[in-house]
């Protein structure tokens, strides 16, 4: 049996007209740094790299267009079981040699990798769903694959599709 949330996911993606959903994900750490700038690591899942516009509230390039590296990843979402801490498992494959040198720098910084994950409609300007605060834990990096649990402390509590519907920003509530 489905929960609500799975089936509300299923409702919209049918309603979509466009044939093309991309899953993205962005980590990032105090250690991701280049030319010492941080920097967030960016990827989406489909195979080809994409520019895609940023949301003007990203942690980082806000409202930039930022390209999306290629690479295959996933996770596992959280239950919603009663009593069940939410847990992702999540992971990302074909790991290139930039991508390690920056997970290895992340090991000697105590701080968490934090993840953003977005979904983007081909098409339309900028993600159409996201989800922020999740921070990856046990990371481990292998020469093709890392793979990492991720916990959203309030992810039972978190809405779908993520807004908040006030009076201010939606008149016509009664």
């Known amino acids: 049996m489905t929960d609500i ?3 509300a996911i299923r409702e919209a993606y049918a309603s979509t007209t466009s044939d093309v959903m991309l899953g993205t994900v962005e980590l990032r750490h105090p250690a991701f740094l280049e030319d010492g700038e941080p920097v967030a690591l960016r990827f989406v899942g489909d195979g080809v790299n994409h520019d895609l516009l940023l949301e003007a509230e990203a942690p980082v390039n806000a409202g930039e267009v930022v390209t999306f590296t290629a690479m295959p990843f996933g996770f596992t979402p959280p239950s919603s079981e009663e009593g069940q801490v939410p847990s992702v498992s999540f992971w990302i494959d074909n790991v290139s040699s930039h991508v390690h040198r920056h997970l290895q720098a992340a090991v000697r910084v105590r701080a968490p990798i934090l993840v953003t994950w977005r979904e983007y409609i081909a098409g339309l300007a900028g993600p159409q769903q996201r ?44």
Do not use: C, H, M
Request: charged letters at 25%; zero cysteines.
């Open 5 to 7: 949330r799975t089936q």
């Open 131 to 174: 989800i922020d605060g999740i921070e990856l834990a046990n990371v481990k990096v292998s020469a093709t694959r890392a793979t990492a649990s991720a916990r959203l402390n309030d992810w039972p509590d978190r809405l779908f599709p993520g807004r908040i519907y006030t009076r201010d920003a939606f008149p016509t509530l009664s």
